[in-house]
T-cell receptor, first 113, second 116 residues
Framework: GQQLNQSPQSMFIQEGEDVSMNCTSS?????WLWYKQDPGEGPVLLIA?????ELTSNGRLTAQFGITRKDSFLNISASIPSDVGIYFC?????????????FGKGTKLSVKP | SAVISQKPSRDICQRGTSLTIQCQVD?????MFWYRQQPGQSLTLIAT?????????ESGFVIDKFPISRPNLTFSTLTVSNMSPEDSSIYLC?????????????FGEGSWLTVV
C-alpha cells in the first residue's frame, strides 16, 4: 500500500531558527495536508495543498505540493517555543475511502536544551 | 473548519469491558471517519461511518471489535469491544469537508483510552 516517508523524525529548535521538514511518497496524491498535534490532543490542520506546485502560507508556516505530486515540505520560520509538538504530513486521494489519509510517522519538534 | 466534540475525552477501562465513544459535529457532514493512534505512533483509519448503513472497515479492523453507528449526518459512535491492553490508544473522530479547492479532513480532540 501507499506509504509516506517523513523526515526528520525529530529535531531540536532554538527560538528564532527556521525549521524544515518533508514527506515523500511512492505514489501520487491529490491532496497533501499538514497537521500539528500537541500531547493528548487531536491533530490540528495547519495547511492544505490541492495542486501540484502549489505554495501556501499560513503565518510563519509555508508548505508546498511537489510538482510530481509525490512530495511536500513544510517550513516554519522564526520558530517560537509554542511550535513544539509533533507535525504530521498526510496524503489523500479522492474516490474509494475518501477519508483514508495516509499519514507520515511525524516530526517531533523539541526545544533545544 | 468543523467543531467536532468527542466524549469521553479520557477513560481508564477494565480488561474485557466495552466502551462507546461519541462524536458530535456542529453541522451536517457527508464524510465521517474513525481513526486510531497507538502510543507514539501515527494515525490509522479504522472505518468510514456511513449514515444509515453499515460502516466500511479497513483491513485489520472488524465490526465485531469496533461496531460503529451513524444515525444521522452529525453524530456517530465507535464502540471498542472486549478491550485488552493492546487497545490502549487515542481514538479520533474525523470529518471531511468539501472546500472550494478540494477535500479537507478535520479531527476531534480524541478519546484517550487506557485499558488495565
Amino acid at each position: 500500500g501507499q506509504q509516506l516517508n517523513q523526515s526528520p523524525q525529530s529535531m531540536f529548535i532554538q527560538e528564532g531558527e527556521d525549521v524544515s521538514m518533508n514527506c515523500t511518497s511512492s505514489s501520487i496524491f491529490n491532496t497533501w495536508l499538514w497537521y500539528k498535534q500537541d500531547p493528548g490532543e487531536g491533530p490540528v490542520l495547519l495547511i492544505a495543498l490541492y495542486k501540484a506546485g502549489e505554495l501556501t502560507s499560513n503565518g510563519r508556516l509555508t508548505a508546498q505540493f511537489g510538482i510530481t505530486r509525490k512530495d511536500s515540505f513544510l517550513n516554519i520560520s522564526a520558530s517560537i517555543p509554542s511550535d513544539v509538538g509533533i507535525y504530521f504530513c498526510a496524503g489523500l486521494n479522492y474516490g474509494g475511502s475518501q477519508g483514508n489519509l495516509i499519514f507520515g510517522k511525524g516530526t517531533k519538534l523539541s526545544v533545544k536544551p | 473548519s468543523a467543531v467536532i466534540s468527542q466524549k469521553p475525552s479520557r477513560d481508564i477501562c477494565q480488561r474485557g469491558t466495552s466502551l462507546t465513544i461519541q462524536c458530535q459535529v456542529d453541522s451536517q457532514v457527508t464524510m465521517m471517519f474513525w481513526y486510531r493512534q497507538q502510543p507514539g505512533q501515527s494515525l490509522t483509519l479504522i472505518a468510514t461511518a456511513n449514515q444509515g448503513s453499515e460502516a466500511t472497515y479497513e483491513s485489520g479492523f472488524v465490526i465485531d471489535k469496533f461496531p460503529i453507528s451513524r444515525p444521522n449526518l452529525t453524530f456517530s459512535t465507535l464502540t471498542v469491544s472486549n478491550m485488552s491492553p493492546e487497545d490502549s490508544s487515542i481514538y479520533l473522530c474525523s470529518v471531511g469537508r468539501d472546500g472550494n479547492s478540494g477535500n479537507t479532513i478535520y479531527f476531534g480532540e480524541g478519546s484517550w483510552l487506557t485499558v488495565v
